[in-house]
Structures are given as structure tokens and as C-alpha cells.
């Protein structure tokens, strides 16, 4: 066992019990805060997998944005839902359709033929920003995607604001 | 000779050399070094926090026409000390029905984050954490784990003082990130690097010159993001008592405190790194140390703005910090940021002064056309404003400094 | 030297850990949290399968995963928006009250 397994390993495990918290704790925030140390083991996944500027986008965006916003609109809305009612109560239903269906993927994924025949190398070097940039803006790389993305944003923006703005009148 | 040049990278290649020479792997010499060393840093930055608060409260006071600290020592230096001391002996209290972990949790959390900042600042041309190739980007994804301490101390106290900070500090916090992530990215254009490193030796003409707007845009949501009067209205204390923080106490509190100042100091030395030229100046490359000192000038010169600015203005209301945020500083910051990458394109790097000159001349126009924008903007506003009341007459007190003596008749 | 496999692994483990809290949960906000973890099992799918195949010649995985940060930036901005817009107007966030389109 080489040191990165090991790594690969503990950030596995962390990650794993992270989640399962996650979907299992009764306090909402402690649910939010369980999805924060998702997102730091899925960094240190990307890490591993040398993406080292998805690393900083992960942190960036999942931690200082997404997770703030949340956290956020769980401090707007403290009293909605009682604590102890949470989960719906067929919840047992659920867990067998989540195992069935992580069963089904594993069987998948093992009868796939070349599937663990495939390692590599992971070096621990740095990532090429710059070509991901020029990959990013090149005609002939990924502009369209890009600029899809970019309107979706602005999509989301107007939609956002207008969803956010208190329409005085309209209501009851 | 050389130990006077460069003494940090003297002492590390020499404790190099003599753990390997104990025939120590050298991987674990290079683990036992970065231990070390971010051992070293997380306390000198720690130690210099205690000159730092001293500081900051004596030029405070001669600000605001008081002494400030005087008694402790000459000057009043060992004031903070003193300080320490009485922090370090109170009772940790956690309150009832508080989230006991995560109340726990927030300030190690603040502290961290504000220590992290360090690991990819440049000290001087040799001595830096690391020059990692994303370093701008870890600047924010660091902030906002500090932001993440901010809320769950607001969260965790069970007080309503506490909550109501929280609120404020998510809403300026977030509205004020991003002006900040829009205005890094102009110095990373001008150097065509986003590593700190990269970034401060490029800077043969200091970036404050090649980009004026977005340095001051940079500065203020540098101090929004510290949360510093006149944006300190997460801790307003006429308001909300001492916002997030108010359940804290001893220790805790002390991390607290702690993170502002250090945040502070830090906030200014990355304004100096990015726009100033950090350890740039005449005979930095040959003396490395040097470039330290220069680097330290150049924080203490925006630091002491800071510290002006601080304990001079007052502070704003809530709705005018996030307009100020959302209405002026992101589309300034926007149309800085086109406007550098329009002259960036046009004259490349490598023109010397007539790059340098347009770029100003640019910044020069955006700035006159904001501020234009603004007074037309003020103007149609204040016709609208409601006339509610005549003005009152202000009370002024009369200080006459010369008593009349009665006149004596002889 | 890691195998494919283990990474494929994990994120099959968190996205059913996901699919569960997104069918379980009875708060809006909760069932968003589960879509994230989902999302993020998706990324590491397509990281390691590009880190493991394509890093040399191509970086398709890499703009898909940055595509789906977008996607999952916007996804969260209006997803919260519409909780708290529908939180205004009917005091409640669980999912089975929202029932207003319901014949």
C-alpha cells in the first residue's frame, strides 16, 4: 500500500461517513455543515486526481458559495420544519431502493471488462491553467459550451432576482 | 555574507543539510521542513499581532484626541500583554441551549482561515509558503472559510444579538466578495500568472500605477471583508452589542480579536503583494532580505490608512453598505476589469512606458466617467427625496477657552 | 498508484447516499443538498475517467466538470430563491405541502 492509497483511503472514508451524516442527522445545520466536509473530501479527491485548479473551484465555489447559501437561507427559514420530522416515514423504503441501485452500479462497474485493468501514474504535479483557459475561449475547443454555460448564468441571475423580488399585490 | 543577504533560505538549506546528513528520508525532511516552517510563520504572524494590537489602539487614541494606552509599560507597549494575560485567565463559558461543537468550532475556524492566508504570500523573492499555480483563487476559497466561522458563530450562541450579526456579516460578506474576486483578476491579467510570486516580480512598475481604479476598489471591499468600520456593521456595537461574537469570552473571544487585527495586517500586505510591487524595490533580487523590509513598508504604509480610516469615519447603514457594494464597486470593477483587458490587448506587455501611460490614461476616463455617473445619479435622487421636516437647528457646544475674569473695581 | 476503479467506487457510494437524501428528505433545503452530492459524485466520475483515459490528449473532462459547477451554481441560486419565495407566500419549505398545482 503506497502512501497516496492510504490518502485515497482515509479521504474515502471521511467522505463516506460525511455523507452518511449528512442524510441522517436530525438538525438541518449539522446536515449543512456534514455536506461542507463532502465537498472538503471531494477536493481532496480532485487532489489526488491532480485537477488542482478544480480543487481551488471546488473550494471557491461548493464551500464559499453554495454552502453559504444555504447555510443562509437554513438561518431564514429556522422554524419551518420541526426537527424531529424531517424524513418521511418511509424512509426504510428508500434505503433498500438506494442500496438495490448502488448494488446494481458496483455489478456494473465490476463485470465491466477493462474496468481494473486501468491504473495510472498520479505523478502529483500542477495543472495547466492556461491551456484549460485557451481550451475554454478556442472556436474549435469548447466556446459553445462555455457560452452556453455563460447564459445559463444569466439565466439564473434575472430568474433569481426576479424570484427573490417581493411582488407587492400580487398575492392572495 | 550570504546569511546577511538571505538569512531564511541560509538557516533552511543548513537544517537541510544537517537532517540529511541523520539520514533522514527526503521526503520527510521536505514534511518536517514545511512543518516547520508554517510552524514558525502561523507564530511569528501570532507574536506580531501583539505589537500590532498595541498599535493600532494608540493611534486610534491620538486619532480620536485621547492618549490610548499608557499605563503598562513605556508607552503603554506591554498594554496588550497585560491584555493577553487577563484572557488567558477567564472562564470559558458556553451558553445554554448553544450548539456546543460548532460553537466551539467558529473561532478556530476564523483563526484558521486568517493564518492560511499566509502560506501563499511572498515574503521576500526567496521566502514564500508556496507559489502555487491557483494562488489568487486559494486567496478567496481561504476567505470564505473564514466567512464560514463568522455564521456559525452567529448561528451556535442561541442569542438573537448573535443571529442578527450573522445576518449582517453573510449579506456585506458575500455582496463585498465580489467586488474583491473581480478586482484580482486585473493584476493576474497584467502578470499573466495567478501565482502570488509570479505576480509580485512582475510588478518592475508597482500595478497601483497600471491599474488605479481596481486598486481602489480592491482597498475598500478589502475592508468591507474585514469587517472594519466604516463596514463594521456585523459588530456594530450601538446596535447589536458585539454582533457574532457577543456569547464569546476568554480565549475564544481572544481568537476572535485575535483574526480581526491579524486579518487586517494581512488584508494589507496582499493589497501591497498585489498592487504595490510586494517585495519589489531597488537591491531586493541581490538581498532577499531587503525585499522583506520592503515588503513590510509598504503593509505598514496601507495598514496605517486602514487604522485612519477605521477610527475616522462613521459608520454606514446597512441598505447603503450592500448599494454601495452591488450599485457602485461591482460594475466599477467590471468595467475596470474590460477596460485593462482592452488596453492589455492592444499594447502587450513588453512596450515599457506607453503601455504603462495608456493604461492610466484609461483608468483615468473610466474613473472620470463613474464618478460622473454617480453625481447625475445623486442629483436625480435627491429631488425625489420627500422634504419630511424644516431643518432644526443643531446643538453646538461652546467651548470658550479663555475665562473671563471679573473685573475688579479698584 | 490508485486503481480506476476505487474512484468509481466512492462516487457510486455518494451518489446513492445523494439519490437517498433527495427521496427521503421532506425539506426543500435538504433535498437541494442531496442534488449537490449527486452532482459532485457525477464530477469525480468524470475526473477520474479523464485523469485515467483522455489526460494527455484531451481536456473534455475537465470543461464538463466545470460545466456542471455552473449548472450547479445556477441550479443552487434558484433553487433558493424559489424555497424562500415559496416559503413568503406559504409559510412552509416541506416538500409534500407545496401542493398547490395539485388537481
Given at each position: 500500500m503506497t502512501t497516496m492509497q492510504l490518502i485515497f483511503l482515509i479521504t474515502a472514508a471521511v467522505t463516506i461517513f460525511a455523507g452518511v451524516m449528512m442524510v441522517s442527522v436530525r438538525k438541518l445545520l449539522h446536515a449543512a455543515l456534514w455536506l461542507i466536509l463532502v465537498f472538503f473530501g471531494v477536493a481532496v479527491i480532485f487532489g489526488l486526481l491532480e485537477a488542482s485548479f478544480l480543487v481551488i473551484i471546488q473550494i471557491v465555489?461548493?464551500?464559499?458559495?453554495i454552502a453559504i447559501l444555504i447555510v443562509f437561507a437554513i438561518m431564514l427559514t429556522q422554524?419551518?420544519?420541526d426537527d424531529t420530522y424531517?424524513?418521511?416515514?418511509r424512509w426504510l423504503v428508500t434505503a433498500v431502493v438506494a442500496v438495490i441501485a448502488l448494488a446494481g452500479i458496483l455489478l456494473a462497474l465490476f463485470t465491466w471488462p477493462q474496468g481494473q485493468a486501468l491504473t495510472s501514474t498520479l505523478a502529483g504535479g500542477q495543472q495547466d491553467i492556461a491551456a484549460i483557459g485557451l481550451a475554454l475561449l478556442d472556436p474549435e475547443g469548447y466556446l459553445i459550451p462555455f457560452e452556453i454555460a455563460s447564459i445559463l448564468l444569466l439565466a439564473a441571475l434575472i430568474g433569481g432576482i426576479y424570484v427573490g423580488i417581493e411582488h407587492k399585490g400580487e398575492e392572495k | 555574507m550570504i546569511f546577511i543577504a538571505d538569512p531564511i533560505t541560509f538557516i533552511t538549506t543548513w537544517l537541510n543539510s544537517v537532517l540529511t546528513g541523520w539520514g533522514i528520508p527526503a521526503i520527510w525532511v521536505q514534511f518536517i521542513m514545511f512543518i516547520l516552517g508554517a510552524g514558525l510563520l502561523a507564530l511569528g504572524a501570532m507574536i506580531f499581532t501583539i505589537g500590532l494590537i498595541w498599535l493600532e489602539r494608540k493611534l486610534g487614541g491620538r486619532v480620536q484626541d485621547r492618549l490610548g494606552?499608557?499605563?503598562?509599560?513605556p508607552w503603554g507597549i506591554f498594554q496588550t500583554i497585560a491584555d493577553m494575560l487577563k484572557i488567558f485567565t477567564k472562564e470559558l463559558i458556553t451558553p445554554v441551549g448553544a450548539d456546543k461543537f460548532l460553537y466551539n468550532l467558529a473561532p478556530l475556524l476564523a483563526m484558521a482561515a486568517v493564518l492560511g492566508?499566509?502560506?501563499?504570500?511572498?515574503?521576500s523573492p526567496t521566502v514564500f509558503g508556496t507559489n502555487i499555480n491557483v494562488g489568487v483563487l486559494y486567496l478567496i476559497g481561504i476567505g470564505s472559510i473564514g466567512e464560514l466561522g463568522i455564521i456559525m458563530a452567529g448561528l451556535s450562541s442561541n442569542n438573537k444579538y448573535a443571529l442578527l450579526g450573522g445576518f449582517r456579516a453573510v449579506a456585506s460578506l458575500l455582496s463585498y466578495e465580489v467586488p474583491m474576486a473581480i478586482t484580482l483578476l486585473i493584476p493576474v491579467m497584467l502578470a499573466g500568472s495567478m501565482g502570488l510570486n509570479d505576480i509580485a516580480s512582475a510588478q518592475k512598475v508597482a500595478f497601483i500605477f497600471q491599474a488605479p481604479v481596481a486598486a481602489l476598489v480592491f482597498f475598500i471591499a478589502a475592508i468591507a471583508e474585514n469587517g472594519r468600520?466604516?463596514?463594521?456593521l456585523m459588530e456594530a456595537d450601538s446596535e447589536?452589542?458585539?454582533?457574532?461574537?457577543?456569547?464569546y469570552s476568554g480565549l475564544k473571544f481572544g481568537m476572535y480579536y485575535v483574526a480581526d487585527f491579524l486579518h487586517a495586517f494581512t488584508s494589507a500586505m496582499i493589497f501591497a503583494t498585489l498592487?504595490?510591487?510586494?517585495?519589489?524595490?531597488?537591491?531586493a533580487e541581490q538581498y532577499p532580505a531587503l525585499g522583506f523590509l520592503y515588503l513590510l513598508i509598504k503593509t505598514a504604509l496601507v495598514y496605517l490608512l486602514t487604522v485612519t480610516i477605521r477610527f475616522t469615519v462613521p459608520r454606514l447603514r446597512i441598505d447603503q453598505m450592500m448599494a454601495f457594494a452591488w450599485k457602485y464597486l461591482t460594475p466599477l470593477a467590471l468595467a475596470s476589469l474590460l477596460v485593462t483587458a482592452v488596453v492589455d490587448k492592444a499594447a502587450p506587455a513588453g512596450q515599457g512606458l506607453l503601455r504603462v501611460a495608456l493604461l492610466i490614461g484609461a483608468n483615468i476616463v473610466l474613473f472620470l466617467i463613474a464618478d460622473r455617473l454617480v453625481t447625475l445619479y445623486r442629483k436625480q435622487h435627491e429631488k425625489a427625496r420627500?422634504?419630511?421636516s424644516d431643518d432644526r437647528p443643531v446643538p453646538v457646544a461652546i467651548r470658550s477657552t479663555v475665562v473671563e475674569e471679573p473685573e475688579v473695581n479698584s | 498508484m490508485i486503481p480506476l476503479y476505487w474512484f468509481l467506487v466512492l462516487s457510486a457510494i455518494l451518489f446513492c447516499i445523494g439519490l437517498y437524501a433527495v427521496i427521503t428528505r421532506r425539506n426543500t433545503i435538504a433535498i437541494l443538498m442531496g442534488i449537490e452530492l449527486m452532482l459532485n459524485a457525477a464530477n469525480i466520475n468524470l475526473i477520474a475517467f479523464w485523469r485515467y483515459l483522455y489526460a494527455g490528449s484531451n481536456l473534455d473532462g475537465v470543461i464538463f466538470a466545470l460545466i456542471v459547477f455552473a449548472a450547479a451554481a445556477a441550479e443552487v441560486a434558484v433553487g433558493l430563491g424559489l424555497i424562500l419565495s415559496a416559503y413568503r407566500s406559504k409559510e412552509t419549505i416541506v416538500a409534500n405541502d407545496l401542493d398547490t398545482l395539485k388537481g
Amino acid at each position: 500500500m503506497t502512501t497516496m492509497q492510504l490518502i485515497f483511503l482515509i479521504t474515502a472514508a471521511v467522505t463516506i461517513f460525511a455523507g452518511v451524516m449528512m442524510v441522517s442527522v436530525r438538525k438541518l445545520l449539522h446536515a449543512a455543515l456534514w455536506l461542507i466536509l463532502v465537498f472538503f473530501g471531494v477536493a481532496v479527491i480532485f487532489g489526488l486526481l491532480e485537477a488542482s485548479f478544480l480543487v481551488i473551484i471546488q473550494i471557491v465555489l461548493y464551500i464559499g458559495a453554495i454552502a453559504i447559501l444555504i447555510v443562509f437561507a437554513i438561518m431564514l427559514t429556522q422554524n419551518a420544519i420541526d426537527d424531529t420530522y424531517q424524513t418521511s416515514r418511509r424512509w426504510l423504503v428508500t434505503a433498500v431502493v438506494a442500496v438495490i441501485a448502488l448494488a446494481g452500479i458496483l455489478l456494473a462497474l465490476f463485470t465491466w471488462p477493462q474496468g481494473q485493468a486501468l491504473t495510472s501514474t498520479l505523478a502529483g504535479g500542477q495543472q495547466d491553467i492556461a491551456a484549460i483557459g485557451l481550451a475554454l475561449l478556442d472556436p474549435e475547443g469548447y466556446l459553445i459550451p462555455f457560452e452556453i454555460a455563460s447564459i445559463l448564468l444569466l439565466a439564473a441571475l434575472i430568474g433569481g432576482i426576479y424570484v427573490g423580488i417581493e411582488h407587492k399585490g400580487e398575492e392572495k | 555574507m550570504i546569511f546577511i543577504a538571505d538569512p531564511i533560505t541560509f538557516i533552511t538549506t543548513w537544517l537541510n543539510s544537517v537532517l540529511t546528513g541523520w539520514g533522514i528520508p527526503a521526503i520527510w525532511v521536505q514534511f518536517i521542513m514545511f512543518i516547520l516552517g508554517a510552524g514558525l510563520l502561523a507564530l511569528g504572524a501570532m507574536i506580531f499581532t501583539i505589537g500590532l494590537i498595541w498599535l493600532e489602539r494608540k493611534l486610534g487614541g491620538r486619532v480620536q484626541d485621547r492618549l490610548g494606552p499608557n499605563r503598562v509599560g513605556p508607552w503603554g507597549i506591554f498594554q496588550t500583554i497585560a491584555d493577553m494575560l487577563k484572557i488567558f485567565t477567564k472562564e470559558l463559558i458556553t451558553p445554554v441551549g448553544a450548539d456546543k461543537f460548532l460553537y466551539n468550532l467558529a473561532p478556530l475556524l476564523a483563526m484558521a482561515a486568517v493564518l492560511g492566508l499566509w502560506a501563499v504570500i511572498p515574503l521576500s523573492p526567496t521566502v514564500f509558503g508556496t507559489n502555487i499555480n491557483v494562488g489568487v483563487l486559494y486567496l478567496i476559497g481561504i476567505g470564505s472559510i473564514g466567512e464560514l466561522g463568522i455564521i456559525m458563530a452567529g448561528l451556535s450562541s442561541n442569542n438573537k444579538y448573535a443571529l442578527l450579526g450573522g445576518f449582517r456579516a453573510v449579506a456585506s460578506l458575500l455582496s463585498y466578495e465580489v467586488p474583491m474576486a473581480i478586482t484580482l483578476l486585473i493584476p493576474v491579467m497584467l502578470a499573466g500568472s495567478m501565482g502570488l510570486n509570479d505576480i509580485a516580480s512582475a510588478q518592475k512598475v508597482a500595478f497601483i500605477f497600471q491599474a488605479p481604479v481596481a486598486a481602489l476598489v480592491f482597498f475598500i471591499a478589502a475592508i468591507a471583508e474585514n469587517g472594519r468600520a466604516p463596514f463594521d456593521l456585523m459588530e456594530a456595537d450601538s446596535e447589536i452589542v458585539a454582533g457574532f461574537n457577543i456569547e464569546y469570552s476568554g480565549l475564544k473571544f481572544g481568537m476572535y480579536y485575535v483574526a480581526d487585527f491579524l486579518h487586517a495586517f494581512t488584508s494589507a500586505m496582499i493589497f501591497a503583494t498585489l498592487f504595490l510591487g510586494g517585495w519589489n524595490g531597488p537591491g531586493a533580487e541581490q538581498y532577499p532580505a531587503l525585499g522583506f523590509l520592503y515588503l513590510l513598508i509598504k503593509t505598514a504604509l496601507v495598514y496605517l490608512l486602514t487604522v485612519t480610516i477605521r477610527f475616522t469615519v462613521p459608520r454606514l447603514r446597512i441598505d447603503q453598505m450592500m448599494a454601495f457594494a452591488w450599485k457602485y464597486l461591482t460594475p466599477l470593477a467590471l468595467a475596470s476589469l474590460l477596460v485593462t483587458a482592452v488596453v492589455d490587448k492592444a499594447a502587450p506587455a513588453g512596450q515599457g512606458l506607453l503601455r504603462v501611460a495608456l493604461l492610466i490614461g484609461a483608468n483615468i476616463v473610466l474613473f472620470l466617467i463613474a464618478d460622473r455617473l454617480v453625481t447625475l445619479y445623486r442629483k436625480q435622487h435627491e429631488k425625489a427625496r420627500k422634504v419630511v421636516s424644516d431643518d432644526r437647528p443643531v446643538p453646538v457646544a461652546i467651548r470658550s477657552t479663555v475665562v473671563e475674569e471679573p473685573e475688579v473695581n479698584s | 498508484m490508485i486503481p480506476l476503479y476505487w474512484f468509481l467506487v466512492l462516487s457510486a457510494i455518494l451518489f446513492c447516499i445523494g439519490l437517498y437524501a433527495v427521496i427521503t428528505r421532506r425539506n426543500t433545503i435538504a433535498i437541494l443538498m442531496g442534488i449537490e452530492l449527486m452532482l459532485n459524485a457525477a464530477n469525480i466520475n468524470l475526473i477520474a475517467f479523464w485523469r485515467y483515459l483522455y489526460a494527455g490528449s484531451n481536456l473534455d473532462g475537465v470543461i464538463f466538470a466545470l460545466i456542471v459547477f455552473a449548472a450547479a451554481a445556477a441550479e443552487v441560486a434558484v433553487g433558493l430563491g424559489l424555497i424562500l419565495s415559496a416559503y413568503r407566500s406559504k409559510e412552509t419549505i416541506v416538500a409534500n405541502d407545496l401542493d398547490t398545482l395539485k388537481g
